[in-house]
């Protein structure tokens, strides 16, 4: 029998996605299109593979076990699998067609829509990816200032002016390297020591899981104005998740260029680059961005769905209500336990995490456990609680009892040193993100 999510679980019979993985490895290297969902972030022969369906905020494997998805797609899913609402816009669409010769109406219905919720729309773009839109600023910033230096801090997707600056660098010439740096979050120093007049641009995540100090944020933009650089929000996390007009809405900033994906259109590929009008201008020209399927018209009716049923819904400030919910018990729980010195939750109630802090050793390795228990129970679980309007509280009540349960085995096993013998699958590989301290720019240079 497929387990369904229940304390008392014996271990999921995984076959057929195991039997799948190995089969897909003879023609495909690697297996998964999007890092985050592969096998080095779900430990591989305690975790499920391939999964089939979802409903709500469950999911179902191919060997039909059920789970509390605490992950929503990693960000797209705001409202949950299969929405009644959402499904009938794509159906609706898909009647009239898919991809068509001219642009679609839809493109400036959603363009309007966004204009009037994103605080710096003067004028936007529609494409397909968070690393589309994130390129296409970098460039656009460049053309408009003249300029050639990027920094950045945090993730902006696989391009190359980005990823050259990872330990993932290969395939990517010198010259391209040496023209992005990064600097320390909540660090204006480290800003301010890597500014120069050839920085075209800063280009930031708004946070990650800590919050940005006091002032933080409008003190970055106020550098980048003084500097004659560009300010560039990557709200991909932040966007109609945070705040319906994401971060800058939130934080009250003026950001010269945003860029926005996963959570406008519950699940359909869809992004969006929003800026001051006279910037986005140079599209029409100078600067190209353009791509097939930019147009595409089932995520521009499953977006103005998600916008729709977000307004009417009130699903910002319930998503926010739900993850502190979360937040505020597992902490609780935490302390109640006396693990304090070990975990910590942490992070905007829209997207917590578990933090594993330095003390308790190796944290990959009692991640992957409590990952392998908490799969056992029926939670789909990556460190990270990146909420849903369909996780209730009771979903939340039952993920705080297999956490107390997950929690108290680790710290169990950690102390009696048998980590490593009680786990089932292979130990898990970090997260590939790193946000601060690395190529950060040489002090020859500034
Ligand atoms: C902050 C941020 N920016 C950019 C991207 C890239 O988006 P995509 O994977 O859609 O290209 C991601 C993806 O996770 C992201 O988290």
């Given at each position: 029998m497929p387990n369904t999510?229940?304390?008392?679980?014996?271990?999921?019979?995984l076959d057929k996605s195991l039997a799948l993985l190995a089969h897909a490895r003879s023609f495909m290297t690697p297996v998964s299109q999007t890092l985050a969902k592969g096998p080095g972030q779900y430990s591989e022969g305690a975790s499920p593979v391939y999964l089939e369906r979802g409903e709500g905020c469950r999911v179902w494997d191919i060997d039909g076990n059920e789970y509390i998805d605490l992950n929503a797609a990693i960000g797209p899913l705001s409202l949950g699998y299969n929405v009644p609402e959402i499904n009938q816009a794509i159906q609706a669409q898909l009647q009239k067609g898919i991809t068509f010769s001219l642009p679609h109406r839809l493109e400036a219905e959603l363009a309007e829509r966004i204009h009037h919720i994103?605080?710096?729309?003067e004028a936007v773009r529609i494409s397909k990816s968070g690393a589309d839109v994130c390129s296409a600023a970098v460039r656009v910033a460049r053309a408009y200032t003249g300029r050639k230096k990027v920094l950045c801090c945090g993730y902006h997707g696989w391009h190359d002016w980005y990823i050259s600056v990872t330990s993932r660098s290969a395939g990517i010439p010198e010259e391209v390297r040496n023209l992005t740096f990064t600097f320390d979050y909540n660090n204006l120093a480290s800003l301010e020591n890597a500014l120069?007049?050839?920085?075209?641009c800063v280009i930031m995540e708004p946070f990650v899981f800590d919050p940005p100090h006091e002032g933080y944020l409008q003190k970055v933009q106020e550098l980048c104005r003084q500097n004659g650089s560009l300010f560039i929000l990557d709200e991909m996390w932040t966007g109609f998740r945070l705040a319906l007009g994401g971060a800058q809405e939130y934080f009250g900033l003026r950001p010269d260029l945003a860029t926005y994906s996963k959570a406008v259109a519950n699940g359909m590929p869809i992004a969006l680059l929003t800026g001051r009008r006279e910037i986005l201008q140079l599209f029409e020209e100078d600067v190209f961005f353009f791509t097939t399927?930019?147009?595409?018209a089932l995520s521009l009716a499953a977006a103005l769905a998600t916008l729709d049923y977000m307004v009417q819904n009130n699903v910002i400030a319930r998503i926010a209500e739900t993850g502190a919910y979360i937040k505020n018990r597992l902490n609780t729980l935490i302390q109640e336990l006396g693990f304090d010195k070990y975990f910590v939750c942490k992070g905007f109630p829209c997207r917590t995490t578990l933090h594993i802090h330095p003390e308790a050793g190796d944290a990959l390795l009692l991640k992957t456990y409590i990952q392998q228990e908490m799969i056992r129970m029926g939670v789909l679980w990556q460190?990270?609680?990146?909420?849903?309007?369909?996780?209730t509280t009771d979903d939340l009540d039952f993920v705080l009892s297999a956490y107390q349960i997950a929690l108290t085995g680790a710290i169990q096993h950690l102390r009696e040193g048998t980590l490593q013998k009680a786990l089932r699958g292979k130990k898990l590989e970090p997260?590939?993100?790193?946000?601060?301290?690395?190529?950060?720019?040489p002090a020859a240079s500034r």
């Open positions: 999510p229940d304390l008392n679980n014996p271990y999921p019979c994103i605080p710096n729309a120069d007049s050839d920085v075209a399927f930019g147009g595409e460190g990270n609680h990146n909420i849903m309007l369909a996780h997260v590939f993100r790193k946000v601060d301290n690395f190529n950060m720019k």
